[in-house]
């Protein structure tokens, strides 16, 4: 059973366009993270809940809407894409938001 | 300045020899350390964590930690071709009245010559 999974794996779309990554851990941990990567591989945070709550909201534009509605899923939706949001999308979870993430294969999105 | 800072290479070893990976960071109230690995289209998976100063040993994998200096270290002893990748420093970043964060630096790509 794969630990940390995200769906779609890969998503292309134009812009302007909405769409969702949904997110499922079966580690019973109860901190999950929306990390982004760049093309130059730098791995930023986004979002992190605990627990259902918010804890962690980096500054991101509000086209970004995470959304936890139990504490072993987190899915993230992104309104009026543009070409700047390519990039591939990391959720993660870890017990007690400590530093030992679990990371997902990750959704490479492309914006065109 | 960064708040985590790794040079980011190539670094090119060859096989059978000892990999060192370095890493600084600016706040020195970070109490904890930690190294992930990320294969080429892979995602990144944690290989060591290290919070007191000193040497931690896991296999070939010697994680180092100097709080003065601000400084933590990866040495990957007996390098193998497997061991090619991008390897990430990452540091909790801790705020008053704020939430606990994960940060990690730029990565360092590491390629081990057969």
């Known amino acids: 059973d794969t630990a940390v999974s995200q769906t779609p794996k890969y998503l292309v779309t134009q812009m302007g366009n909405d769409k969702s990554i949904k997110c499922e851990q079966n580690l019973g941990h109860d901190t999950m993270y929306w990390y982004k990567q ?29 959304k936890s509605p139990d504490k072993a899923h987190l899915n993230l939706h992104i309104n009026s894409l543009e070409l700047g949001d390519s990039a591939v999308y990391f959720c993660a979870s870890s017990p007690h938001n400590t530093g030992e993430l679990f990371f997902g294969e990750g959704s490479r999105l492309t914006v065109l | 300045q960064k708040e985590v800072e790794q040079n980011s290479g190539p670094l090119s070893v060859p096989e059978g020899a000892i990999a060192s990976l370095n890493c600084t960071y600016s706040d020195r109230g970070s109490q904890s350390f930690f190294w992930y690995r990320q294969y080429s289209g892979k995602s990144p998976e944690l290989i060591m964590f290290i919070y007191s100063n000193g040497d931690k040993e896991d296999g070939r994998f010697t994680a180092q930690l100097n709080k003065a200096s601000q400084y933590v270290s990866l040495l990957i002893r007996d390098s193998q071709p497997s061991d090619s990748a991008t390897y990430l420093c990452a540091v909790i970043w801790k705020r008053s009245g704020a939430t606990n964060k994960l940060i990690f630096g730029t990565g360092t790509l590491l390629a081990v010559q057969p």
């Open chain 1, 38 to 66: 760049d093309s130059k591989k730098f791995l930023k945070i986004m979002f992190s809940y605990n627990n259902k709550e918010l804890i962690i909201n980096e500054t991101v534009p509000n086209r970004f809407s995470p």
